[in-house]
């Protein structure tokens, strides 16, 4: 009797046996194919760039720590435009953003981008909202979770200035670090998705200041939206105001079009661009890419072919700022000089001003605050713009500058031409030598026989009167 029962015993786990494998069978013919993803991004053809990417990067930081921290730190400009660049966020991945309503698919397409399906490590998706964290896929010598309080904690990654949107935001922030070779080149941030049902204060963060920050700071913007989530609420008109002059970095995702037949699909992709019509006010519409971003073959009778062009299309964009992530950064440094260089010469010109009305009888307080609340009356702004070629849409606020002379006493602030000294020079001519010549430099080094035109222009960066080093003969 035992003989027969090990017997039957033996054919059931044979049973269960082939069974699974008819079940591995079936899920891996209905998988899709991803190799085409390693081959559009090229992951296995970037061993030889790597010292000449992080040799420019060191090039880079040098530059801005000599040339333009200095100006920065002496006119205090992070207090006008609270963004501080730090080493992480120099040496740091371009930034590959996720956007979007909830249950579109942004989670399923990091998971398929990166192939996490059934890893421990997979993003979790489904039908109902499940993504409530901002999440930061990046690259770590082992596979581990990282909580949003040790990431702002660590100086060497750029997620430090996270802190200032409290404790509750950081409970809500998690890193995953895991070996791959795409994310050797780029870091992805799945978002929570948007409920326009419900208010932003139900979310105990400021949820709109956050976007803000890594909007800021995204490469490239993936919005994301399904057949079924194409209203637009006051989350997601609120969400398109951010991107505001961010438009060559968004991308629009019509994802699940296999759930749709043709003639149904065109009739969404219609009507997708007439909601995001009123939001987006540029002569040339963002690129919106058509396709079913998951790890599971296109539903039967659908547009395949279409949908496999377009999913190659949006691997090509990625790789491409992948491929410009260096003269991006540059870019970036660069008008980032610019915008402090503006500010210098601005407060330089209040602080003139001030001298010049000031008597010996004048009360300080009374005529700074003249000059702050009109300064068009002295001509602050337009003599900027009269001396210095700066462009009038590169100039900040002038409501701004009442704010920030609020907190900084003009007392507190010398004039440029005593901002030299005889052996470092003037922090003037420091930061227009980057702007103007170590920069497009830097720029060609990268790219031999491809000079940047008009970088190094005075033209193009608003060069004009120099103070004199009072320290050397002319």
Not at 172 to 197: A, C, Q, S, W
Request: glycine residues 4%; contains cysteine.
């Amino acid at each position: 009797m035992k003989g027969i029962v090990s017997i039957c015993c033996f054919i059931s786990l044979l049973v269960l046996a082939s069974a699974e494998e008819e079940v591995e069978d079936v899920l891996s013919n209905i998988l899709r194919d991803r190799s085409h993803i390693d081959e559009t991004l090229r992951l296995a053809s970037e061993e030889n760039a790597a010292e000449n990417y992080h040799a420019a990067l060191q090039k880079l930081r040098k530059i801005y720590h000599s040339a333009i921290k200095p100006m920065e730190q002496a006119y205090k400009y992070n207090e006008l435009r609270a963004h501080e660049i730090s080493d992480g966020e120099i040496t740091s991945k371009p930034m590959v953003l996720f956007l979007g309503p909830w249950s579109v698919g942004k989670s399923s397409m990091i998971n398929y981008l990166l192939g996490l399906k059934d890893s421990p490590y997979q993003l979790y998706t489904g039908a109902e909202p499940t993504t409530s964290e901002f999440t930061v896929i990046m690259h770590g010598e082992k596979t581990r979770s990282i909580e949003g309080i040790v990431m702002a904690a660590d100086s060497s990654r750029s997620f430090s200035p996270l802190e200032k949107f409290g404790q509750s935001f950081l409970e809500k922030l998690i890193g995953i670090e895991m070996p791959h070779k795409l994310l050797e080149r780029v870091t992805f941030v799945d978002t929570p998705g948007i409920i326009e049902n419900r208010k932003q204060q139900e979310r105990g963060y400021p949820f709109n200041d956050v976007c803000q920050w890594f909007i800021d700071r995204a490469d490239l913007i993936f919005v994301t939206f399904d057949p079924t989530k194409l209203d637009v609420g006051l989350e997601l008109e609120m969400l398109f105001r951010q991107l505001k002059g961010r438009e060559s970095q968004i991308r629009i995702i019509l994802n699940k079009a296999d759930n749709l037949a043709t003639q149904d699909l065109m009739r969404v992709y219609g009507a997708l661009f007439w909601s995001l019509a009123p939001l987006i006010n540029v002569t040339e519409p963002p690129r919106v890419y058509v396709s079913s971003f998951w790890p599971y073959d296109y539903a039967p009778d659908t547009s395949r072919e279409l949908f496999k062009r377009e999913e190659i299309s949006l691997l090509e964009d990625l790789n491409q700022v992948i491929e410009n992530r260096m003269e991006n950064k540059i870019a970036f440094i660069r008008q980032h000089a610019i915008r402090v260089r503006i500010h210098a010469l601005l407060v330089d010109r209040y602080v003139q001003t001030f001298k010049d009305k000031m008597s010996y009888f004048s009360d300080p307080d009374l005529v700074f605050k003249e000059i702050v609340d009109d300064p068009d009356k002295f001509f602050i702004f337009k003599s900027i713009l009269a001396k210095t070629n700066v462009s009038k849409f590169d100039l900040p606020n002038r409501e701004a500058y009442q704010d920030f002379f609020g907190v900084n006493p003009i007392n507190s602030f010398k004039s440029l031409s005593a901002q030299c000294s005889y052996s470092g020079g003037c922090l003037l001519d420091k930061i227009e030598k980057a702007i103007t010549s170590e920069l497009p430099g830097l720029l060609s080094s990268i790219n031999p026989g491809k000079a940047p035109p008009g970088l190094s222009s005075c033209e193009a960066t608003g060069c004009g009167d120099k103070p004199k080093n009072r320290y050397r003969k002319n």
